[in-house]
């Protein structure tokens, strides 16, 4: 009995790639038999890469571990593996156009960069407030999500912008509270008033 259950999937327009709860990672493709790999961990992101002729040719995935590995797709064999601190892998991105290096970054914040070049196979390149929940690079601005924050840094770690996407909502949240202290003194006053006799009417049978 399969008792797998899918914890992260990715479509292509040439087929799905599933992760499931014990490692397993399978590629499913619209034409062909299935292929599978195994992690170590269980996968949190999964990217997908088009090769030179344009094809899907690499996964890359990301795991609750701290690991970073790349497979070949339809083979799903394992090109190379990768491995960084901060904890599990929660986004991850392409440094050059050769797709040869990788941004990683972390339950902690860590950002990092991977790759075989990569002096050391990793180097460190910041450290960020909170989670970071997703990241892309535009030239060499590294942007990232970190809940409602938004920041942007350089790839030598300093950050350059940073907005908090918190700050509408408190101004609204204080815009109601006073609205609404209006309200309740406004009340308060009336109520403080003396309010006017009122005379027992008669009855009428």
Not at 5 to 28: E, F, K, N, Y
Not at 59 to 67: P, Q
Not at 143 to 165: E, F, H, L, N, P
Not at 176 to 190: C, D, F, H, L, V
């Amino acid at each position: 009995m399969n008792n797998r259950v899918v914890v992260r999937s990715l479509v292509t327009p040439v087929g799905c790639l599933v992760a499931m709860d014990d490692g397993l990672i399978q590629w499913r493709p619209h034409v062909g038999a299935n292929k599978r790999s195994k992690l170590d961990a269980i996968a949190t992101v999964m990217v997908v890469l088009r090769g030179p002729s344009m094809n899907i040719e690499t996964a890359v995935i990301g795991d609750a571990n701290g690991g970073v590995t790349l497979i070949s797709i339809p083979g799903m064999n394992v090109i190379d593996k990768f491995s960084v601190e901060g904890g599990v892998v929660r986004s991850l991105c392409t440094v050059s156009s050769s797709e040869s290096s990788f941004l990683v970054a972390t339950q902690s914040g860590q950002v990092w960069m991977v790759g075989g070049h990569v002096p050391g196979r990793r180097v460190h390149l910041f450290s960020h407030g909170g989670p970071i929940t997703s990241m892309r690079l535009e030239g060499h601005i590294i942007q990232i999500q970190s809940g409602w924050t938004r920041a942007t840094y350089g790839m030598d770690g300093s950050q350059t912008d940073s907005i908090d996407g918190k700050k509408p909502f408190h101004e609204k949240a204080r815009q109601r509270a006073n609205r609404r202290a209006k309200i309740m003194g406004n009340e308060q006053q009336r109520s403080e008033l003396p309010q006017p006799l009122m005379l027992d009417l008669p009855i009428v049978a």
